[in-house]
Structures are given as C-alpha cells and as structure tokens.
C-alpha cells in the first residue's frame, strides 16, 4: 500500500514521535510511505532530520502553519489537495488538530479511497474558551463524516469523542501510542550517571519532570505542588527536562519561591537521551492539564519510576492508582503534594510500583505493537 501520514509540525513531541515510529515501521514492513509536515520552527526541538533519514519520502509544506490563519488555512488546503493528487496515495492518514483538520478535508478534495485520523489528544478541551472548543468540535464532527477510521491513543479519546457526537463509536478504535521500549530498561549505571550530572546525592529523592516549558504543561500547577512537598520533605530534589517559551517565567518564580537551588534545569535534550535522565529519578510528576496519553509516564514506568499525575484523559490508563503510581483529582495540589511526600518517605512502595508500571507498559506501548494494529486497519479499510 502507499500511505501518506500529515503532520502540522515535526517538534520533539509525543504525536510526532508517534508518527516517525509508524512511518518506520511500516516502510520496513515494504509499504511505500510519505510523511508531509509544515514547518518546525520553535524552542521545543526538531525531528525533521529524523524523518529525512527514515527512508521514506518526507514533503515539507511552507503553507502548513501551526498558527489559524484563515488566508494560510485555505492554501494549504489546496496545496494538501494537490500533493495527494499527484502522490495518489490509497490512505491518508492524518496526525494533530490542524494537519487532521485540513489534510482530510484536502484528502476528500482529492479523492483519496480511504482516510485515517489518528486522536492524540482532543482539539478541544478543558484549557480552551467555550467559543474555541465549540468551533473545534464542530470542525472535529464535520471532519470525521470524511473520515473512514479514526486511531485514537487512549480509551479516553474514543468516549469524550462519542460524548461530544464527533461519530458512532464503531468509527474509532484504541491504538496505544507506540515507545521504542527496548530503549528503555533501568540499570543502575544510567542512575549514578544522571544523579552525579545533577550533583545529587544517594540520599536525596529526584522527583522528575519531562514536558515542554509551555502553558497547559502544568507548570502553574507544579511550582506550588514542588513548594508545597519541599517545605515537608527535605530530601527532595527537582529535575525539569525540557524547554519551551515560559522558561524565564518559570525560573523567575522558582527563584521567588526559593526553590533555584533544589531544582535542575536540563534543558532540551534528543529523544535518546531521555531513558537515562528517567533512571536518575525516583518518582515522576505529571501535571499537565490536557492530555492523550501521557507518553513521559509511559517511559518512567518502563524505567520503573512511578509516576504521581492527575487523574484526567488517559492518564488513568496508565497511572493505576495504587499500583503503577498515584493519581490524583485535577488540580488538587494538597492531594499531589501530599502523595509526592508519601511516595518520596517509602523506598520499598516506589520499588513496588515501579516494577508493575514497567510489567503494566512493557508490551502494551511497543511500537512494533502499534504498526501491527495500524497496519492491519489498513488492511481492512483498503478496497477489494
């Protein structure tokens, strides 16, 4: 089959690794792949070199902006239209809320046979205006009519999808985000690497955090929960990776908080490297405030760090409350605080935890996993 996956942009980013990850995949399985993106610009990093090397063909598109703009929007449609037209591809397969918008929409214009949307995470959602989730949601509902099938990561997706009438539930299917598991196992020298880079102690409890330094991430709702949990727990030492435009923000409240010194800033770092920053934490806090499937609690569990996250989207598929970690009500800070302090007293549950988050995630989010259903959906979806 020739499979054409759309893109809005190529940042470091849990929608865009999951696609590389399926375009690998299913170019080594023999199928002919195209991976169209718009521009990568941005502090959150790039894969467009990833996907240059991946074999297949890889289609930059100026006109595919992340930013609404209705002139842009238009042209993009159009030259999204054409692209399929030459490429006459037999499925198109379209990833994040503008690329999904506007690729099906152009691959309908075109004429495609068959079209898959693939749900990361909702285009609307708690973080938004009323008006702005309105406006999606109808979009999201006028798109999936042009939709033949739609991959959604997380159980989540599929009901608030049904819930807002997007489309029947027999239109959507659960297709977990897909990791290069075997990347990540936990080894002991991983661990004494990380924590002397941080110049952190054996005594000390790493609580870690991997997102983007952007809005809706949670850090408005981390810094607190961080003073909150250092003022009862000493031992507590804080490592952000990632980077992003609030960073000065950010920093500047650490500091006001006094909490500079007992917080490190890793910055932006490749994909590759982040199993051994996980190995130097005990526990990992996940505040986002919209999610799909959190992929950071995915990997520390595989490096069994149990994760401390709030109980929002698929989260809850992922963090068993009790079992792989602890979830907690949205925006509860005593509630985070006090299972980070919790979780940060006892070794021995932390050891518990994390081997049955790695027992829970390790086959459930192989990616070779991911193309396997993905492919076989094709498959049933391809004409006779």
Same mark, same amino acid.
């Given at each position: 089959?020739?499979?054409?996956?759309?893109?809005?942009?190529?940042?470091?980013?849990?929608? /865009?690794?999951? *696609?590389?990850?399926?375009?690998?995949?299913?170019?080594?399985? %023999?199928? $002919?792949?195209?991976?169209?993106?718009?521009?990568?610009?941005?502090?959150?990093?790039?894969?467009?070199?990833? !996907?240059? %090397? %991946?074999?297949?063909?890889?289609?930059?598109?100026?006109?595919? #902006?992340?930013?609404?703009?209705?002139?842009?929007?238009?042209?993009?449609? $159009?030259?999204? !239209?054409?692209?399929?037209? $030459?490429?006459?591809?037999? #499925?198109?397969?379209?990833?994040?809320?503008?690329?999904?918008?506007?690729?099906?929409?152009?691959?309908?214009?075109?004429?495609?046979?068959? #079209?898959?949307? *693939?749900?990361? @995470?909702?285009?609307?959602?708690?973080?938004?205006?009323?008006?702005?989730?309105?406006?999606?949601?109808?979009?999201?509902?006028?798109?999936?009519?042009?939709?033949?099938?739609?991959?959604?990561?997380?159980? !989540?997706?599929?009901?608030?999808?049904?819930?807002?009438?997007?489309?029947?539930?027999?239109?959507?299917? &659960?297709?977990?985000? @897909?990791? +290069?598991?075997?990347?990540? &196992?936990?080894?002991?020298?991983?661990?004494?690497?990380?924590?002397?880079?941080?110049?952190?102690?054996?005594? /000390?409890?790493?609580? @870690?955090?991997?997102?983007?330094?952007?809005?809706?991430? @949670?850090?408005?709702?981390?810094?607190?929960?961080?003073?909150?949990?250092?003022?009862?727990?000493?031992?507590?030492?804080?490592?952000?990776?990632?980077?992003?435009?609030?960073?000065?923000?950010?920093?500047?409240?650490?500091?006001?908080?006094?909490?500079?010194?007992? *917080?490190?800033?890793?910055?932006?770092?490749?994909?590759?490297?982040?199993?051994?920053?996980?190995? %130097?934490?005990?526990?990992?806090?996940? &505040?986002?405030?919209? +999610?799909?499937?959190?992929?950071?609690?995915?990997?520390?569990?595989?490096?069994?760090?149990?994760?401390?996250?709030?109980?929002?989207?698929?989260?809850?598929?992922?963090?068993?409350?009790?079992?792989?970690?602890?979830?907690?009500?949205?925006?509860?800070?005593?509630?985070?605080?006090?299972?980070?302090?919790?979780?940060?007293?006892?070794?021995?549950?932390?050891?518990?935890?994390?081997?049955?988050?790695? +027992?829970?995630?390790? +086959?459930?989010?192989?990616?070779?996993?991911?193309?396997?259903?993905?492919?076989?959906?094709? /498959?049933?979806?391809?004409?006779?």
């Amino acid at each position: 089959m020739h499979i054409c996956h759309v893109i809005t942009r190529l940042i470091i980013g849990g929608a /865009q690794e999951n *696609t590389l990850l399926t375009c690998a995949g299913l170019h080594e399985r %023999g199928h $002919r792949v195209t991976l169209i993106s718009g521009p990568t610009r941005g502090p959150e990093g790039s894969l467009v070199e990833r !996907a240059r %090397g %991946g074999g297949y063909e890889f289609i930059e598109l100026p006109e595919l #902006i992340r930013a609404v703009n209705p002139w842009m929007d238009m042209r993009a449609r $159009r030259c999204l !239209a054409m692209e399929f037209q $030459r490429l006459r591809p037999d #499925i198109v397969h379209t990833h994040s809320s503008k690329a999904g918008i506007l690729g099906r929409l152009a691959a309908a214009d075109a004429r495609v046979p068959r #079209i898959v949307h *693939t749900i990361h @995470g909702m285009s609307f959602n708690r973080t938004q205006p009323w008006p702005v989730r309105r406006a999606y949601a109808w979009l999201e509902w006028l798109t999936a009519r042009r939709t033949h099938a739609i991959v959604a990561v997380a159980d !989540a997706m599929i009901d608030q999808s049904v819930a807002a009438g997007i489309c029947r539930r027999d239109k959507l299917l &659960t297709v977990y985000s @897909g990791m +290069e598991v075997g990347q990540f &196992t936990p080894h002991v020298e991983l661990r004494a690497a990380a924590r002397r880079a941080w110049g952190v102690t054996d005594d /000390q409890v790493v609580v @870690g955090t991997v997102a983007r330094l952007f809005r809706r991430k @949670g850090y408005e709702q981390l810094i607190p929960v961080m003073a909150r949990a250092a003022a009862r727990a000493p031992r507590l030492h804080f490592v952000w990776i990632g980077d992003g435009a609030q960073r000065a923000e950010y920093e500047a409240e650490l500091a006001r908080l006094g909490l500079t010194a007992r *917080t490190t800033l890793v910055g932006l770092i490749p994909p590759a490297d982040v199993p051994q920053m996980l190995a %130097g934490c005990d526990l990992l806090a996940h &505040t986002s405030q919209w +999610e799909g499937l959190p992929r950071a609690v995915v990997q520390a569990l595989l490096m069994q760090v149990p994760a401390v996250a709030f109980d929002i989207d698929g989260t809850p598929e992922v963090v068993l409350d009790g079992q792989t970690g602890r979830c907690v009500p949205l925006n509860d800070l005593d509630a985070f605080s006090e299972a980070l302090c919790d979780l940060a007293a006892d070794a021995d549950l932390r050891r518990r935890l994390g081997r049955a988050g790695r +027992e829970h995630c390790l +086959e459930r989010f192989d990616w070779r996993r991911m193309v396997d259903q993905l492919e076989a959906l094709y /498959q049933r979806l391809r004409p006779s």
